[in-house]
RNA sequence: GCCCCGAUAGCCCAAUGGCAGAGGCAGACGACUUAAAAUCGUCACAGUGUGGGUUCGAGUCCCACUCGGGGCACCA
């Protein structure tokens, strides 16, 4: 045994050890304890592990240990998302097979988080790009079809010049593509979709059941995200035609003071409407469309963009108040939200008013804010009021005008009350290689035809060969031999779908793969769905919070809804750790400040890493490495191994006999510190273990000696405890406390409460809330007793002195608190 | 523009409405040592971003503001 405490030796040490024994093993059939579902989201994999994996899997490792060393049968899995653009890219950019270079990827990160030791069962381990994986993707894709969630329709999507693909509505940020930054673009194509916006309602009611259980920060940005408003659609029709508008709006209240219509540029409606008006219309309407189909995302966000447009020279009847209003096509309205067009309330809409400007439209104010009338401020006015110039609605609030509004509306025949969500349908196809293969055959006779579930997997064809560069439309298209397929239905000559899915697809349920990650049978298999689903605790970045959350709930309800699971909710609790900086801003070899995780861990060990992760502050803050000491965790780590060393007897169970004051510094940490791990305070259970480490420190040195049995007894949870932050370490104190591996299942020591029980405490005295004076007083003191004892100190009497005592708060045995004038 | 989160010592961070300090970094001093490192120990430092309010008592609850971070945003 080793006389140092020797960082290098015990990792190679254990590592072998826990291969054999394999503590985090979750597949053993006559198990009886608990279940508990940790899950860490599963990396993709380009290049090796970095600090942000390190943060992340260290902190997934605190609540995995910890439900373990609990007695718990914890799974703790993890896989690769094998899939997508990366990969690609770096296989086209040296010219590699992009299943190669995944492969070794994976191979390498998998080593680091061996050597990280992080408790994952390494017999269920999962790839994406696996066709055992991929095959039911496409399963699931036919179920989605067969429900209706998946069509293909044509329409203006999201294109990325760079990456050569499409892009969901998720994958662009402020007008730019989330992997590259290329300023995204539109263009007209048939596309695959997954029909979210059918459980729109679902995905934001049921958030409500999150609360308390995800950060609210993730709940708030997918309500955000989602969007639903309520409202109504309201049917003007137009003078001289048999065609009609319906506009949605939240704002039915104000329907009065509705004095133009606006419709998308890009509307079918629009077109409509245009082709009926005068050869001048439409002139300027084409020349108008032409100019909105070029602008892109950022110049059509431009915060103050002039309003235009071009009037169609035609007319809507109001339905309610019976007036003719002109027609307008602009691009401030779109087309894909709501129904394309609204009707202009410049009173009322700050877009609005800012087009009635512009164009010299009129404005009526219908609802009386008290503010200055807007078609004299030029303002819009948007609060609640009383409503006027409105007929019927006169008088009424804001809230009662716009069900009164509906109602009337509703009785008329011309509107009803609806609502409108932001949130859109899922693109799902992407014109890239390295994905799953979209199981669907076109035939020229019998259209779509979906590939028997029975004939999956379609693996994706050999890459030798093929053309990976990337030209906006997908390479399997180039497989002949692949591509050319006789229909299912007919027999005649058919193609299979070129496209590949996007790769949240495969993010959206591999949580239900790793119940069953072998099996050919099911998807997941379903008694093991029982078993450990839903996941109990998750965690990962927040850079998630939207895309990945939003469609893994997304399929986690519609499997719900054709009977696969009996949850609807996949993820029960959500953690979400922070990032990890190095001075102030993100980690990258561009800025020059970029801290390699290898050598960190050569450096310091892996143990002294992980610990620093879990110190550094709570888990969701950001942790910049200019403000910790790995050095120090490494400090303390051993600190403690030589405590465990320190220890001079025997194992035994009984620690009865132990002085009573460290083994109440030893329970009340087991107290403190379950409670601050369950509370996700990891830095707070850390401090409480140094703490533990202090009080052992000073018991050995200057108090009761190693020999004492106590002393074994805190040297013993402490190892426990930190068998969660420190693997190799508190399994190296274990055994030098005599005892076989594995610390990780030992289990933490039951609280005896009556070593807890204080005798007395330290009352305080306040005089208006500042404390005055304090003293030891016996638990059982009475109020009466207490109130004595504090007026009779001298030092209150010297504050009290010339005031008058107006109230005295006892709150024995703690508090005296008295108040003067 | 709308919504959310945060601000405590030189720094990172603790504190069921009840003594502002658990822990750490950096710092000073001391013990051990021929010396240094390592180790062990001792000490100092803020009244909680600003202004109000509730309360016997506010870092903690409420209101307004400042600063920082984040989300949504021509979504009708």
Redesign the pocket.
Known sequence: MQENYDVTEIQNKWLPVWDEIKPFDSSRADDARPTKYVLDMFPYPSGDLHMGHAEAYALGDVIARYWAQKGYNVMHPIGWDAFGLPAENAAIKRGLDPRDWTYENIAQQKASMRRYACSFDWDRVLQTCDPLYYRWNQWLFLEFYKKGLAYRKNSNVNWCPSCQTVLANEQV?QGLCERCDSVVTKKALTQWYFKVTDYADRLLDDLDQLEGKWP??VL??QR??I?R?Q?ANIDFNIVDSDQKIS?????PDTLFGATFMVL?ADSELAANLAANASDTVQQAFEQYLDGVKKANDIE??A?D?K??GVFLEQYAINPLSGEQVPIWVS?????D???????G?PAH?D?DI?FAKAMGLEIKMVVDTGEEDPAVSGIATSGDGVIVNSGELNGLSKQDAIAKAIEIAESKGTGVGSK?F?LRDWLISRQRYWGTPIPIIHCEKCGEVPVSQDQLPVTLPDSSGLDLQPKGTSPLGAADQWLNVSCPSCGGAAKRDSDTMDTFVDSSWYFLRFLSPHSEEFAFDPAEAKKWAPVDQYVGG?TH??LHLLYARFFTKVLHDIGMVDFEEPFTRLLNQGMVLMNGSAMSKSRGNLVRLSEQLDIHGVDAIRLTMA????PE??I?WA???P??SA??L??AW?IAKDVDSEPTADFAAGDKGVRKATHQFLVGFEEAIEAH?F??G???A??LT?AL??AI??GVGPKDIAVREGAEELAKALSLFAPYTSEDMWQLLGHEPAVALAGFGTVDQSLLVEQST?A?V?V????RD?FEVDLSITDAELEAMAMASAAVQRTIEGKEIV?V?V?AP??V?I?TK
Do not use: C, H
């Open positions: 940020v609210s920060k708030s940005m955000n995200w969007g408003s409202g506009v949605f709006t939240t704002r998308a059509r966000l915060t963009r309003k235009t691009d401030y309205v779109l087309a939200y709501g129904t394309g067009a609204i009707m309330v809409d877009r800012e409108n932001r927040v919070a939207i110190f550094a502050g709570p803050d950001d910049d403000d910790v000491s050095a120090a400090k303390f051993a600190r030589r305070k830095n707070v850390v401090a409480k140094m703490e202090n420190r000073k040195d200057q330290v305080v306040q208006d809330g500042k404390l304090k109230n708060i709150r703690k508090l608190n108040a």
